[in-house]
């Protein structure tokens, strides 16, 4: 996740959409996305592999990939990156931070959902809502913008798979939010979490999101870093209470970072947010959000984060993209690589599924890629990808070679000694005496480029 660009102007303008939505004018000569299968190599505004209805494994594709748009990539993403100014220019969006060009851009935003046949949405408070001067107005403006965005989900049947809280953009928080060191402002945090949580609830949300894009440090030199964890986890442990007390049912998570903003920042990788929330006893409350993107940027593999929080029963959603390990920034690229989609979908397998989390396309076209077409084209080619991820990922399981490799290679611990190891019932002594009984283990090979050729196979 990303902030968007901020307003250029103040200045609206009317694009001819009628006031309540219903005219569908922003993607003019685009037409409802079709599946496709016979489609040639470059017909590209349609689904090849993704076929929403069609039943694999006991489930639809669309109930085991459960696809969502983001709001802040695909409808305020601009173009710009750290060495240029915006390429992006909409024919809804004037640019101003105005309510009615909020509005615009919710509409288009429906119809682009709609066009693409997905039913997940996700959107940060600041995405679709003009900050006002006040706290007051700013809630009054959100209070508004959800109005007609509850008009729309009803409109259309999409619902929100999140919302969060953008807790970082406003200079304001760049000491961070939660774990600020400033008092006052972290209280701000907390009242801008409150409305996110009421915001969440009003939506039939089913997960909330909570992304530290500047809780961490830059030097240790001016940094409490027992104070600013403490003060995080008393906050999030407010959110459990607030969260109980309105009767919001949405699952609460945490998106792991490992830098950029911040030099570090405190939600590293999945394993770190695990050890945080088990640390100050959250962890029956919060699951993992992971974005693959970050994970490759901690330095792990593409599928790392997935599989690390899945084992620990901690995965709840994933934030699908990819980015260019070379370049060592976060660039939120597509996810168009069908083996990285085939490991994921594997570990949502073995989980028995996502829900209530999902795949959220946390991604956004290329600088370059001005084209309205662009926007379908990026999004149809990721639910593809995933799509045959999925086709693949359904064959290693009912086959199961790659299983029965796994599980030939620990057979050791199914009996003797190695049983009582696993069980948590053996010693060091006992482990000792068979050592002094039966010598030195021989080498047994690890057949990675067998593993790695059978994965070929099937993708």
Same mark, same amino acid.
């Given at each position: ?392 990922? $359904? !064959?290693?399981?009912? =086959?199961?070679? #790659?299983?029965?490799?796994? *599980?030939?290679? @620990?057979? +050791? ?21 068979? $050592? !002094?009984?039966?010598? =030195?283990?021989? #080498?047994?090979?690890?057949? *990675?480029?067998? @593993?790695? +050729? ?6």
């Amino acid at each position: 996740m990303s902030a968007f660009a901020p307003p250029k102007s103040k200045k609206a303008r009317d694009t001819g959409a009628s006031s309540n939505g219903n005219q569908k004018d922003y993607f003019k000569g685009i037409g409802n996305i079709q599946y496709k299968p016979d489609a040639g190599a470059d017909e590209v505004m349609v689904f090849k592999h993704y076929n929403a209805t069609e039943v694999i494994s006991g489930r639809t594709m669309a109930e085991w990939l459960r696809f969502s748009v983001c709001f802040w990539h695909t409808f305020r993403g601009v173009g710009s990156d750290p060495f240029g100014f915006p390429t992006i220019k909409r024919p809804w969006d004037d640019g101003s931070d105005s309510m009615e060009n909020a509005k615009r851009r919710l509409r288009a935003a429906f119809e682009f959902f709609s066009k693409l046949g997905i039913k997940y949405w996700t959107f940060h408070d600041r995405d679709i809502s003009p900050e006002g001067e006040t706290l007051e107005e700013t809630n009054r403006n959100l209070d508004e913008i959800t109005d007609l965005a509850l008009e729309l989900m009803e409109q259309t049947g999409v619902k929100l798979l999140w919302n969060t809280c953008n807790l970082f953009a406003n200079p304001r928080y760049m000491n961070g939010a939660m774990t600020n060191p400033d008092a006052h402002v972290v209280a701000y945090a907390a009242a801008q979490i409150k409305k996110g949580l009421e915001i969440g609830k009003k939506m039939n949300a089913e997960n909330f999101v909570f992304w530290g894009g500047r809780e961490g440090y830059f030097t240790i030199l001016n940094t409490d870093i027992r104070s600013e964890l403490q003060n995080m986890a008393n906050i999030l442990k407010m959110v459990v209470e607030y969260k109980e007390k309105i009767g919001f049912k949405g699952q609460l998570l945490i998106e792991p970072k490992p830098k950029e903003p911040a030099r570090h920042q405190y939600d590293y990788d999945a394993m770190t947010v695990i050890a945080f929330l088990r640390t100050y006893a959250l962890q029956e409350h919060f699951k993992i959000n992971v974005e693959p993107n970050h994970t490759t940027l901690a330095g792990h593999p593409y599928e790392h984060d997935v599989v690390m929080a899945s084992v620990c029963g901690m995965l709840g959603s994933i934030d699908s993209n990819t980015g260019s390990p070379d370049l060592g920034w976060d660039t939120d690229q597509f996810p168009m690589d069908v083996k990285n989609c085939t490991m994921v979908m594997k570990t949502v397998l073995e989980q028995g599924g996502l829900a209530p989390g999902g795949l959220n396309f946390d991604a956004k076209v290329r600088r370059e890629s001005t084209h309205l077409n662009d926007m379908f084209i990026a999004h149809i080619g990721a639910m593809d990808s995933f799509a045959r991820g999925l086709r693949s990922a $359904v !064959k290693i399981k009912e =086959e199961g070679i #790659l299983a029965n490799m796994v *599980q030939q290679r @620990y057979a +050791s611990f199914e009996s003797g000694l190695g049983a009582k190891i696993a069980k948590g019932v053996s010693s060091l002594e006992e482990c000792e005496d068979y $050592v !002094k009984q039966n010598g =030195e283990p021989e #080498l047994v090979s690890g057949h *990675q480029e067998k @593993y790695e +050729s059978v994965l070929n196979h099937y993708v």
